[in-house]
């Protein structure tokens, strides 16, 4: 027959600055209880603990913002079992089959323990790192229109035509930027501009890391 493998179940509930875990036995009973730092270092230190228990170690995080994603990692890079739980349906399931209402680091690894933990899906480290650059890229994209929108109403302001095909084009900015408008339209066009220039000249995020 088959042994089965024990293991020390942890349940962490994450929070900004801190996280609070509980080490929780094959049997049920808590052996730890610790406050540790939101950081990678208070995540290793929690492994280190849990392993002076039993070197095989599964844990669950209750998620906060993104306030997860450090400790998740770094557990993952622990070659810990880890997983993200569903705050709603792991409150549905605590209620429904364990009669716990507060979801807490103890219920989190009591429900770990049980295999009870409605699981959020987490996707790769990888495309979670494109998803944050198609992010960033489509946030810069939104600042250039804007300050092109808040250039334009300058212009419309003064009733300012032009013949430029590109407006923001070469000739077209050298032409915004020798305007001579009264104060303060003058100092905001010319900020505006400026704006935009350190836009333009970002690093460009290569198509083959999106």
Same mark, same amino acid.
């Given at each position: 027959? @088959?042994?089965?493998?024990?293991?020390?179940?942890?349940?962490?509930?994450?929070?900004?600055?801190?996280? =609070?875990?509980?080490?929780? /036995?094959? /049997?049920?009973?808590i052996l730890h209880e610790l406050k540790f730092e939101n950081t990678v270092e208070?995540?290793?230190?929690?492994?280190?603990?849990?392993?002076?228990?039993?070197?095989?170690?599964?844990a669950v995080l209750e998620p906060s913002a993104n306030y997860w994603l450090k400790?998740? /990692?770094?557990?993952? /890079?622990?070659?810990?079992?880890?997983?993200?739980?569903?705050?709603?349906?792991?409150?549905?399931?605590?209620?429904?089959?364990?009669?716990?209402?507060?979801?807490?680091?103890?219920?989190?690894?009591? $429900?770990?323990?049980?295999?009870?933990?409605?699981?959020?899906?987490?996707?790769?480290?990888?495309?979670?790192?494109?998803?944050?650059?198609? +992010?960033?890229?489509?946030?810069?994209?939104?600042? +250039?229109?804007?300050? @092109?929108?808040?250039?334009?109403?300058? $212009?419309?302001?003064?009733?300012?035509?032009?013949?430029?095909?590109?407006?923001?084009? @070469? =000739?077209?900015?050298?032409?915004?930027? %020798?305007? =001579?408008?009264?104060?303060?339209?003058?100092?905001? $066009? =010319?900020? %505006?501009?400026?704006?935009?220039?350190?836009? %333009?000249?970002?690093?460009?995020?290569?198509?083959?890391?999106?």
């Amino acid at each position: 027959m @088959k042994e089965v493998e024990m293991s020390i179940y942890v349940g962490i509930d994450v929070h900004k600055r801190f996280c =609070q875990a509980a080490l929780m /036995d094959e /049997d049920g009973a808590i052996l730890h209880e610790l406050k540790f730092e939101n950081t990678v270092e208070g995540a290793h230190r929690l492994v280190n603990l849990a392993r002076s228990v039993n070197p095989h170690v599964k844990a669950v995080l209750e998620p906060s913002a993104n306030y997860w994603l450090k400790i998740y /990692d770094k557990l993952e /890079d622990e070659g810990v079992e880890v997983k993200l739980s569903n705050p709603s349906r792991t409150k549905a399931i605590a209620e429904a089959r364990v009669k716990m209402d507060k979801i807490d680091a103890k219920t989190l690894a009591y $429900l770990l323990r049980g295999d009870l933990v409605a699981e959020s899906y987490v996707p790769t480290r990888k495309n979670r790192e494109r998803r944050s650059l198609i +992010r960033h890229r489509a946030s810069l994209m939104r600042m +250039r229109v804007e300050i @092109k929108n808040r250039i334009h109403a300058i $212009l419309d302001k003064h009733d300012l035509p032009y013949d430029y095909t590109d407006l923001f084009g @070469k =000739q077209g900015v050298e032409w915004l930027r %020798n305007l =001579q408008l009264p104060t303060p339209d003058h100092q905001i $066009l =010319q900020s %505006n501009l400026q704006i935009l220039e350190t836009l %333009n000249s970002s690093s460009p995020i290569p198509e083959r890391m999106l």
